[in-house]
């Protein structure tokens, strides 16, 4: 156990040399990369096809590209809008499997159910749609403490999941069906066969919202999230309106919630209340906290992880809840700052963090 | 007055209530007792309950060997048969449930209070080799045989992470109590016999109507829930009010820190209260198998969030508040499902939670296991 830990030592130091090495190189070298590694990205539904390394990522039992859209692009942008709830602002939301259904909802309602608009237009209202719910989930219970705010939202998630479920006007548990799709374009066919132009579309979002998110992060309010989620009583005697941006936390993360739910109702074409059960909400607080709260890209490894990892491993799909429900417990134990934890300038915010703590000792 | 069903049936509601409510109140009895000492949401309370249900079900089953049906019936029992065998299927479950609370202390929050210890480091090395086994291996017999086989080292690596004392900030035991809610639920879910379906238990009480009030028939099942669940708080009561162990409880929950100085030990303090918590939930248990007949692995989790509800209502940290947060609990949620229908049953606790929070955040009755006035 003891050599594995130098192992991953070794494999930390040796990504600090890649990231030394990268920073030394010149702004062409740089620039390229990143096209490389995007297209990279974009091609990734061949990835199993790769002679040699091909079965390391393939999933048996259900087509790669599948897996790639309706799982790793799901939980991704999950993973992303959560990071920003639970990572940056230290909000723990367990009702967030609730703005993904109001995302998917939205969608079914408005090109299905009750109006049969595009996909495109609809998805913006989605995502606005989503917002609201995040705010009006969040104006009342933001005041609250951590843990109470914990329960409360997932009261929440359940309230929705069990409205969806009754109210005829959603569906009841039959739930809407001939979702609309997005519209093709030229040679991009969104039907129901190839999942390939889905991916496509979802891998344009999520990198729309890692930049939208990444400009956010480092702005105004991205310190302001810091500072609350570090102390929240020293951020609002400096001034920080702590509710206010506590808010735009819940409503930025909700509308990207939204948008994830929109993009998964436009490609499976139907859902129901059983889509959205409490357990989703785990295996989303599972991808933020594995992968490293705070940090987007740790997040973006954590929805990678709890995606693809039981579709590569088919023996665990049906108790990936309980795997990953062990693990968030061995996580917390040993490593809280998750797999890639946020860099920080300071000392560990993690650790000084511990506020009320010492009441348990 | 007009014919609405909250009106025809109010006395009904009533009763039920109150039976649904003590159940609520015993449940909520060990959040508010986690909550009082270490400041902590214990969220994965509520699968203990569930256990419970289960051991309740394994005692009868099992030991008492009461099948299902018999000739066709219920298998009723009668006289000293009866308060024998109750008896002692509240006392498994009360066992398991306060054995398993205490095991769930040990391996979810003790390491994260910066002092885990070698039962921990054990049951966390066979958890983790366990869930290695199971991403790569598809068989119970070779997961449970790879499991054990790498308890040892991961164990040892453990301890010695445990020896630093980490201490983990405080959202990390909210996640770490969920993360093991999920586990427990999940693993009944999976190698339970019948899987994610419900389980009948066997039912050896008559309901009998026992007396009739209000043109209402009150079942003896009721009546017994409500008394044994206020014999129990009673007992709680007098256990933390009188005893020597209580009075640690109640300087914990005041103020750890000097409570630890003035000789008290902290450490078995909390598993105290966890095995209290735990004992309570047990009962609740038995008495809802008894009532109910039924079981189900995710069956803790409503009921543990309308529980806490109940907690929060009376005021979490304060015993009375358990008890009188769960009967209005109870009673609201039936009043209020037969005015809104069935289904928003359970809307109507989160409405009742959150209405509470906002308004009163300290409950009816106050935080009070805090400041000794239990």
């Known amino acids: 156990m003891s050599r594995l830990w130098e192992l991953w030592k070794r494999l930390q130091s040796l990504s600090t040399d890649v990231q030394v090495r990268w920073k030394s190189m010149s702004r062409v070298q740089r620039l390229s990369g990143y096209v490389l590694a995007v297209l990279a990205l974009y091609l990734a539904p061949w990835w199993p096809k790769i002679p040699g390394i091909g079965w390391l990522v393939n999933t048996p039992g259900t087509q790669f590209s599948t897996v790639l859209n309706d799982q790793v692009i799901i939980f991704v942008l999950v993973a992303l809008g959560l990071n920003v709830v639970v990572g940056l602002a230290g909000l723990l939301d367990l009702g967030y499997v609730g703005f993904y259904a109001v995302g998917a909802y939205v969608v079914g309602v408005l090109t299905s159910q009750h109006a049969s608009l595009p996909w495109l237009v609809v998805l913006p209202i989605a995502v606005v749609v989503s917002m609201l719910f995040g705010v009006i989930l969040g104006t009342p219970t933001l005041r609250l403490r951590g843990d109470y705010l914990a329960i409360v939202t997932l009261g929440f998630g359940e309230i929705i999941r069990i409205s969806a479920k009754n109210l005829d006007w959603l569906g009841a548990s039959r739930g809407i069906s001939d979702i609309g799709r997005p519209p093709s374009i030229g040679p991009l066919k969104f039907g129901v066969i190839d999942p390939k132009p889905y991916y496509w579309l979802g891998l344009t979002l999520v990198f729309l919202v890692v930049f939208c998110l990444h400009r956010l992060e480092e702005s105004r309010v991205g310190r302001a999230w810091t500072a609350i989620r570090e102390d929240e009583d020293a951020a609002e005697l400096m001034g920080v309106n702590t509710f206010k941006f506590k808010l735009w936390a819940f409503a930025i993360g909700a509308a990207v919630g939204g948008l994830a739910g929109a993009h998964y109702a436009g490609k499976v074409g139907f859902i129901s209340p059983d889509n959205f059960p409490l357990q989703l909400s785990i295996l989303f607080l599972a991808a933020v906290v594995l992968g490293g709260s705070g940090n987007m890209y740790g997040a973006i490894l954590g929805g990678i992880m709890v995606a693809w990892l039981p579709e590569r491993f088919r023996n665990f799909t049906d108790k990936r809840v309980l795997v990953f429900g062990i693990a968030l417990v061995l996580v917390m134990v040993f490593r809280p700052e998750g797999l890639l934890p946020r860099r920080v300038r300071t000392k560990s915010p993690m650790k000084s963090a511990s506020g009320g703590q010492e009441v348990a000792q | 007055m007009p014919d609405w069903l909250i009106v025809r049936t109010f006395w009904d509601l009533t009763v039920t209530g109150l039976a649904l409510g003590s159940i609520y109140a015993l449940v909520a009895l060990g959040y508010t007792l986690v909550y009082g000492v270490l400041r902590l949401i214990n969220f994965a309370h509520s699968e203990i309950f569930m256990v419970g249900t289960?051991?309740?079900?394994?005692?009868?089953?099992?030991?008492?060997?009461?099948?299902?049906?018999?000739?066709?019936?219920?298998?009723?029992?009668?006289?000293?048969?009866?308060?024998?065998?109750?008896?002692?299927?509240?006392?498994?479950?009360?066992?398991?449930?306060?054995?398993?609370?205490?095991?769930?202390?040990?391996?979810?929050?003790?390491?994260?209070?910066?002092?885990?210890?070698?039962?921990?480091?054990?049951?966390?090395?066979?958890?983790?080799?366990?869930?290695?086994?199971?991403?790569?291996?598809?068989?119970?017999?070779?997961?449970?045989?790879?499991?054990?086989?790498?308890?040892?080292?991961?164990?040892?690596?453990?301890?010695?992470?445990?020896?630093?004392?980490?201490?983990?900030?405080?959202?990390?035991?909210?996640?770490?109590?969920?993360?093991?809610?999920?586990?427990?639920?999940?693993?009944?879910?999976?190698?339970?016999?019948?899987?994610?379906?419900?389980?009948?238990?066997?039912?050896?009480?008559?309901?009998?109507?026992?007396?009739?009030?209000?043109?209402?028939?009150?079942?003896?099942?009721?009546?017994?829930?409500?008394?044994?669940?206020?014999?129990?708080?009673?007992?709680?009561?007098?256990?933390?009010?009188?005893?020597?162990?209580?009075?640690?409880?109640?300087?914990?929950?005041?103020?750890?820190?000097?409570?630890?100085?003035?000789?008290?030990?902290?450490?078995?303090?909390?598993?105290?209260?966890?095995?209290?918590?735990?004992?309570?939930?047990?009962?609740?248990?038995?008495?809802?198998?008894?009532?109910?007949?039924?079981?189900?692995?995710?069956?803790?989790?409503?009921l543990g969030v309308k529980s806490f509800t109940a907690a929060v209502l009376g005021g979490i940290g304060n015993l009375k508040g358990a008890l009188l947060g769960g009967f209005m609990l109870g009673l609201v949620e039936n009043y209020g499902s037969a005015v809104f229908g069935g289904q928003w049953k359970d809307v109507i606790a989160f409405v009742v939670l959150l209405v509470v929070l906002m308004v009163r955040p300290t409950g009816i009755l106050g935080e009070s296991l805090g400041r000794a006035r239990v």
């Open chain 2, 54 to 302: 289960f051991s309740a079900l394994i005692a009868s089953t099992q030991f008492l060997n009461i099948p299902m049906l018999e000739d066709g019936n219920y298998p009723y029992r009668t006289g000293g048969t009866l308060v024998l065998f109750l008896v002692f299927i509240l006392f498994a479950a009360m066992f398991i449930s306060g054995v398993g609370a205490v095991a769930l202390e040990r391996i979810a929050y003790r390491p994260l209070r910066g002092n885990g210890d070698a039962f921990g480091a054990i049951a966390l090395a066979f958890l983790t080799s366990f869930v290695i086994g199971l991403i790569f291996v598809n068989e119970t017999k070779a997961n449970l045989i790879i499991a054990c086989v790498g308890t040892a080292p991961i164990s040892y690596s453990y301890l010695r992470f445990f020896k630093k004392g980490k201490k983990a900030p405080r959202l990390a035991f909210l996640i770490s109590a969920i993360g093991a809610s999920t586990a427990i639920a999940e693993a009944v879910g999976i190698w339970g016999p019948n899987r994610r379906e419900q389980y009948q238990t066997p039912r050896i009480l008559e309901k009998k109507v026992l007396f009739s009030a209000l043109g209402t028939d009150v079942r003896i099942d009721y009546v017994i829930v409500i008394v044994g669940a206020l014999l129990m708080m009673t007992a709680l009561t007098l256990f933390v009010n009188k005893t020597k162990l209580g009075r640690g409880v109640r300087a914990v929950a005041q103020d750890a820190e000097t409570a630890r100085i003035l000789g008290v030990n902290v450490d078995l303090i909390i598993v105290v209260t966890f095995a209290l918590g735990g004992v309570m939930a047990g009962g609740a248990a038995m008495l809802f198998t008894m009532v109910y007949d039924q079981s189900r692995f995710n069956i803790g989790f409503i």
